[in-house]
Structures are given as structure tokens and as C-alpha cells.
């Protein structure tokens, strides 16, 4: 039987260099973990403080608004959540 043609590799070629004017970013996230929890938890807080004191506490001139403000703090922890890898 006829051997076969062996095929030569291809010369390595190296990878391109990557341009001088890429960002870089900081991949220490340390904070986002704590800092989400801390939004979540204080969201939480504020609503449930709220509705325990009949509307007189956290801020008694926001009114019904306090429940707003409490799930923007919650907003807050998912829109930092995002930063989480």
C-alpha cells in the first residue's frame, strides 16, 4: 500500500500584540460582595421598619416614599451586582 504524503506544520506564527492605549481594569472586586449585601440589607431594613412603626419610621415626612427609597436601595444592590464577577 502507498504511504501517504506527510504535511508539514505551518511555522508558529505569534499572537498580535495588543495596542498600548487598551484599558485595563481592576479585577480586585473585593468590595461589590460586601457593599451589595449592605444595599440589600439596609433595603430591607428601611421597609421593614416602616411597616413595623405604622409609617412613623425611618423618615416620617417621606411617608408612603419610604417603601420607594427602600427598594432603591435594593435597586442599588442588583445595579452593583452587576460589577461581580
Not at 484599558?23 to 444595599?39: C, D, E, Q, S
Not at 433595603?43 to 409609617?55: E, K, R, S
Request: no cysteine; aromatic share 16%; charged share 15%.
Amino acid at each position: 500500500m502507498p504511504k501517504s504524503r506527510i504535511r508539514k506544520k505551518a511555522d508558529f506564527t505569534p499572537p498580535p500584540q495588543k495596542s498600548a492605549t487598551a484599558i485595563k481594569f481592576n479585577t480586585n472586586r473585593g468590595w461589590v460582595a460586601p457593599l451589595m449585601l449592605a444595599f440589600f440589607i439596609v433595603g430591607l431594613a428601611w421597609i421593614v421598619l416602616f411597616y413595623v412603626t405604622q409609617g412613623d419610621l425611618p423618615v416620617d415626612a417621606f411617608g408612603n416614599w419610604n417603601i420607594v427609597v427602600g427598594f432603591g436601595f435594593i435597586a442599588g444592590g442588583f445595579v452593583v451586582s452587576t460589577q461581580w464577577k
